[in-house]
């Protein structure tokens, strides 16, 4: 599967943005698909996940409340719903796709997009 995120760039601390993931396939085909993102001079962390069916979706402990995981399985797109953004949601948010029950640890994920850039900033 090829996975294309988009939607992400510049927004004020307390803003919101919408990041999408399209897949080439049927999503349904994977286990979970979820994103992680990768901040400046720090390492890939998970953020949020969504089973094929819609649920159980898991969010970070950093994330929850603010941020939202949706899928579109007619669309074969995987949404990421951010609000309430801070300064230290800035980085690059890349989508991935695995066919595991283990739905954490990036290592878990075969297939990722090229990610999109989220700056929070004033």
């Known amino acids: 599967v090829q996975l294309q995120a988009s939607g992400g760039g510049l927004v004020q601390p307390g803003g919101s943005l919408r990041l999408s993931c399209a897949a080439s396939?049927?999503?349904?085909?994977?286990?979970?698909l979820g994103w992680f993102r990768q901040a400046p001079g720090k390492g890939r962390e998970f953020v949020a996940t969504?089973?094929?069916?819609?649920?159980?979706?898991y969010h970070s402990n950093s994330v929850r409340g603010r941020f939202t995981v949706s899928r579109n399985n007619a669309q074969n797109t995987v949404y990421l719903h951010m609000s309430s953004l801070k300064p230290e949601d800035t980085g690059v948010y890349y989508c991935?796709?695995?066919?595991?029950?283990?739905?954490?640890?990036?290592?878990?994920?075969?297939?990722w997009g090229q990610g999109t850039l989220v700056t929070v900033s004033s």
């Open positions: 991935a796709a695995t066919t595991s029950t283990e739905y954490y640890a990036d290592s878990n994920y075969a297939y």
């Open positions: 396939e049927r999503t349904f085909t994977y286990n979970y």
């Open positions: 969504i089973n094929w069916r819609g649920s159980p979706k």
